[in-house]
């Protein structure tokens, strides 16, 4: 494996624990206001992004690459209202978007099929990922000023559940 791919996906694992990380901060705001759906939303956000890592880690190690991992950020992000981490995410999303599709080139540049063939599941993910986020922003701007219709999408998303990746490596 080119040695700039394998430190790019390196580098990949930790933006990908920072991503549950900045979910789960995100999980503790809406917590923190009484939001148990959208809570539990960016909960399973979060174990996502914990299974991309590990992932990458996985296909790392099925190529004889190491591995090494590095201190993970804290997030810096601060909210003030129920929109603010909406948006913050979208944010992080398309920032992801990017990671992976640089990745991506330096794969293709360096002939490394193999990694473009592994990518191209992320490269999918992330369209669904920038769409969710996208999805509750414009729920939330349709419908977060009246508390009723706040109650029905903090339900809607209280009953998101978990589901594995299913990408076999």
């Known amino acids: 494996m080119d040695r700039k791919v394998s430190e ?3 580098d990949q694992i930790n933006k990908e624990f920072y991503s549950a990380y900045l979910y789960l901060d995100i ?3 809406y917590s923190d206001k009484g939001l148990d ?3 539990n939303w ?4 979060a174990r996502e ?6 992932l990458i880690y996985q296909y790392l190690h099925n190529n004889n690459q190491k591995v090494t991992l590095e201190a993970i950020a804290k997030p810096d992000k601060a909210f003030s209202t129920l929109m603010d981490p909406l948006q913050v995410a979208y944010e992080h999303e398309q920032y992801v978007t990017a990671l992976i599709n640089a990745i991506y080139g330096a794969a293709q540049s360096a002939n490394d099929f193999r990694t473009v063939q592994f990518l191209d599941w992320f490269v999918k993910e992330q369209g669904e990922e920038e769409k969710n986020s996208s999805d509750l922003i414009t729920k939330m701007e349709l419908f977060g000023s009246d508390a009723k ?3 029905m999408l903090n339900s809607e998303l209280q009953a998101r559940v978990y589901a594995a990746p299913s ?3």
């Not at 992004?49 to 590990?54: G, K, L, P, S, T």
């Open 149 to 151: 219709a706040l109650y």
């Open 42 to 45: 960016y909960e399973i956000q």
């Open 37 to 39: 759906g959208f809570a």
């Open 167 to 169: 990408l076999t490596l």
């Open 27 to 29: 999980a503790n705001f």
């Open 8 to 10: 790019l996906l390196n």
């Open 49 to 54: 992004e914990q299974d991309h890592a590990m």
